[in-house]
């Protein structure tokens, strides 16, 4: 069974500041799908970045980028020029290719505090 | 667009009664995902419906949950007899039918539904 670690319970950072989440995960399989969401006070879940385990480019979305790293299994987050909006709670999520499931699998997330 | 729509946003429900939450998803989208997030948790997969069937329930308890998602209206997450521990917010996310591209595999939010059993 596929499972994803978030080790950092919390984070912080100075607005306009660079942060990185730490997100590795644990899988049998060759392809398959990561994802950052976040997921601010309101409670809505919010896709920030998503990257196909077959493409070694590392996916960037404007302000956040990730670092995949397929044979260690990691997929970090990297937020440049943090703003105040960026206050949340993180969560790193692994889907499966193969399966007819398309469940995402998520980590224990990571709050991030961002300070003015 | 419209967005994923789940209701009520706060449920409260003493022990033993039944709760219904309701998940309407994207239009166009016939795939619905029930998740459930305890608190200073992350969310666990529940059940993965759909239209009038159920595809992957490995993440539903055996007993008191049920899920259906019918040829019309929204999809529905039941709790008999509800017990404190049910006491969770529960997010329903939708994609869309295309069967071929990434961007099938997108799943797209909704606010969730804080479920309080007193």
């Known amino acids: 069974a596929q499972t994803v670690t978030q080790s950092q319970p919390e984070m912080s950072v100075q607005e306009a500041e660079t942060v990185t989440l730490s997100c590795t995960y644990d899988?049998?399989?060759?392809?398959?799908?990561l994802f950052w969401y976040k997921q601010p006070p309101s409670r809505q879940m919010i896709l920030v970045i998503r990257?196909?385990?077959?493409?070694?480019q590392n996916a960037t979305e404007n302000r956040f980028s990730v670092n995949f790293q397929k044979a260690a299994k990691s997929f970090s987050l990297k937020i440049s020029d943090s703003q105040l909006g960026d206050a949340a709670m993180y969560f790193c999520a692994y889907r499966s290719v193969s399966s007819n499931t398309g469940k995402l699998i998520f980590g224990q997330g990571t709050t991030l505090q961002v300070k003015p | 667009n419209a967005g994923v729509m789940q209701n009520p946003r706060h449920l409260v429900r003493r022990r033993g009664q039944e709760a219904r939450l309701r998940c309407s998803p994207m239009?166009?989208?016939?795939?619905v995902y029930w998740y459930r997030q305890l608190p200073e948790e992350g969310l666990k997969f529940m059940v993965y419906l759909q239209k009038e069937n159920i595809i992957d329930e490995s993440g539903m308890p055996k007993e008191r949950f049920s899920a259906e998602f019918p040829k019309e209206g929204p999809s529905i997450l039941r709790i008999q007899q509800v017990v404190r521990g049910d006491s969770a917010a529960y997010f329903c996310a939708s994609s869309p039918t295309a069967p071929l591209g990434f961007s099938s595999y997108e799943q797209y939010f909704g606010p969730g539904t804080r479920l309080t059993v007193t």
């Open positions: 990257q196909e385990a077959y493409k070694q």
């Open positions: 239009k166009g989208h016939s795939h």
């Open positions: 899988t049998s399989e060759s392809d398959y799908y």
